[in-house]
């Protein structure tokens, strides 16, 4: 929503006038949250836990996987990254690769990209061929014992190249995840909401019959302030807590914080950033493609809303 937006500073400065507490302590603000970013998302999910960073997040979406569906692995994208956590560098192929290398209950698909991928533009069904390597490694992990816990994938991966997956590759993925126990988990820390212009999150671009089992939440939620997000559902949430461990973060959710999250969600729509965003957006698209037919070392031009990448080739 842009730097020292003025009713951002203004909600925090006020709230931080009045009491900030450690989020044990019960507060309006925390409720009243929850409530209004449940409006920008599928019904069921509904339960939310907060938190001060996406690599916080992206952890424990991370534990609730795998305490609902008691298995360890998990699969994520080539280049992926999700966080700094050791936990979170053990699922970024972009770092793991640089350091201690690709862990046993780990397994990488390749980006379904269909520029530079393995199946192309050209290719008759990409979606499928594209959702089939994911299930031949969920055929390959079971032949060796392992379980798969959970798909964790960015909504549109970015640090993977700015990529669009093909409409209808989660649909196909989720099933094979869900078939084998596992949940989705879509990752919106860098293109959620109202990024993308059309919807105010990137998984709906998919279509809507896609619903992810978990949505992490982090960077534009806060507009630089240390806030995140988990929205889940009951299901999960229940698993979660029947350990008896109860989920708890000092500053998660305190009430500085969510006075910041609820301005930024009101002036999102008070200022129609989804539609700039599309308008921007697409007449970023519409120069850059002119550029496209005047340079040749201009390979593709893909995006959505102000989510754009720009292939450079030689």
Same mark, same amino acid.
């Given at each position: 929503v842009g730097h020292c937006h003025p009713d951002i500073v203004k909600a925090a400065h006020e709230q931080n006038q009045?009491?900030?507490?450690?989020?044990?302590? =019960? %507060?309006?603000?925390?409720?009243?949250?929850?409530?209004?970013?449940?409006?920008?998302?599928? !019904?069921?999910?509904?339960?939310?836990?907060?938190?001060?960073?996406?690599?916080?997040?992206?952890?424990?979406?991370?534990?609730?996987?795998?305490?609902? #569906?008691? $298995? !360890?692995?998990?699969?994520?994208?080539?280049?992926?990254? $999700?966080? %700094?956590? #050791?936990?979170?560098?053990?699922?970024?192929?972009? /770092?793991?690769?640089?350091?201690?290398?690709?862990? !046993?209950?780990v397994h990488v698909a390749p980006v379904p990209d269909t520029y530079r991928g393995l199946y192309r533009e050209d290719h008759e069904d990409s979606?499928?061929?594209?959702?089939?390597?994911? &299930?031949?490694i969920i055929? %390959?992990?079971? /032949? &060796?014992?392992?379980?798969?816990?959970?798909?964790?994938?960015?909504? =549109?991966?970015?640090?993977?190249?700015?990529?669009?997956?093909?409409?209808g590759y989660f649909q196909k993925v989720a099933e094979h995840v869900h078939k084998a126990g596992g949940v989705f988990i879509a990752d919106e820390i860098q293109v959620g909401f109202g990024r993308v212009g059309k919807h105010f999150w990137a998984f709906q671009l998919q279509g809507e019959d896609f619903i992810p089992d978990i949505v992490t939440m982090g960077k534009p939620i806060?507009?630089? %302030?240390?806030?995140?997000?988990?929205?889940? #559902?009951?299901?999960?949430? !229940?698993?979660?807590?029947? #350990?008896?461990?109860?989920?708890f973060n000092t500053f998660g959710g305190n009430p500085v914080s969510c006075a910041i999250g609820l301005a930024v969600l009101d002036v999102i729509e008070k200022e129609n950033l989804q539609a700039h965003a599309t308008e921007v957006g697409n007449f970023l698209m519409k120069t850059l493609k002119e550029q496209q037919i005047k340079h040749p070392i201009i390979g593709d031009v893909r995006g959505c809303g102000l989510f754009i990448g720009v292939d450079l080739i030689k």
């Open positions: 009045l009491l900030n507490t450690n989020s044990r302590y =019960l %507060h309006d603000n925390l409720v009243d949250y929850a409530e209004r970013l449940s409006k920008t998302l599928p !019904e069921k999910l509904c339960i939310f836990y907060f938190l001060n960073s996406g690599s916080e997040a992206n952890d424990l979406a991370l534990r609730l996987a795998r305490q609902y #569906t008691k $298995h !360890e692995d998990v699969i994520v994208l080539d280049h992926a990254y $999700h966080g %700094h956590l #050791t936990s979170l560098i053990d699922i970024s192929p972009y /770092k793991f690769r640089n350091l201690e290398g690709q862990k !046993e209950w979606v499928t061929a594209y959702a089939d390597e994911v &299930r031949n055929e %390959h992990a079971h /032949k &060796r014992g392992r379980k798969i816990a959970a798909f964790f994938v960015e909504s =549109l991966p970015s640090v993977g190249g700015q990529i669009i997956p093909p409409a806060g507009n630089g %302030h240390p806030l995140a997000c988990v929205a889940t #559902t009951k299901e999960i949430a !229940e698993a979660f807590a029947a #350990t008896g461990v109860e989920y």
